[in-house]
């Protein structure tokens, strides 16, 4: 629910954008779905797979109902998205493509997701401690971040 307000009141600040507030209320709602699907004992989670394939796995279940528009958002969240070469050299367990968030509402919804954590529900990072947590990722991420930072909440 903490990333869906947060991109709404985006959305709301931003008419400029043109992002579709209706879709980005149910994706950022449902962008997360797979979640229960994984191996995440901390979160109450007890599926099979890994936490990191979450976003995946959630797209299959959406493209499965005819909700291919929620799906990429679900599978483009992880860190900033993921690229190819990303997948290949850290030797993830996803299809070797490029997972990287392309519209407006996948980068909003995938910019709200980075200030929340499902084992610390109730904090909020801020975009200082946010930034520092995308680090172990590359430099690449934390500059698309700072990137959107700079689109979405300029005033912070």
């Known amino acids: 629910r903490q990333v869906t307000e947060r ?13 579709d507030r209706d879709f980005v209320y149910c994706a950022a709602m449902l962008h997360d779905i797979g979640i229960f699907l994984t191996d995440a004992p901390g979160i109450h989670c007890h599926g099979d ?3 990191l394939l979450h976003g995946r796995l959630g797209a299959e279940l959406l493209r499965k109902e005819g909700f291919e528009n929620i799906a990429r958002v679900c599978e483009r969240h992880t860190g900033t998205g993921l690229t190819k070469e990303n997948i290949r050299e850290r030797k993830l367990p996803l299809p070797y493509e490029d997972f990287r968030p392309e519209t407006w509402a996948e980068k909003l919804i995938c910019y709200a997701d980075k200030f929340y954590s499902k084992s610390k529900p109730e904090q909020c990072r ?17 500059k698309l971040f700072l990137t959107w930072a700079a689109i979405f909440e300029p005033e912070e």
């Open 49 to 51: 797979a890994p936490y």
């Open 7 to 19: 991109a709404l009141s985006i959305v709301d600040r931003h008419p400029e954008l043109e992002i």
């Open 126 to 142: 801020s975009i200082e401690q946010t930034t520092k947590s995308l680090e172990k990722f590359g430099d690449e991420g934390v």
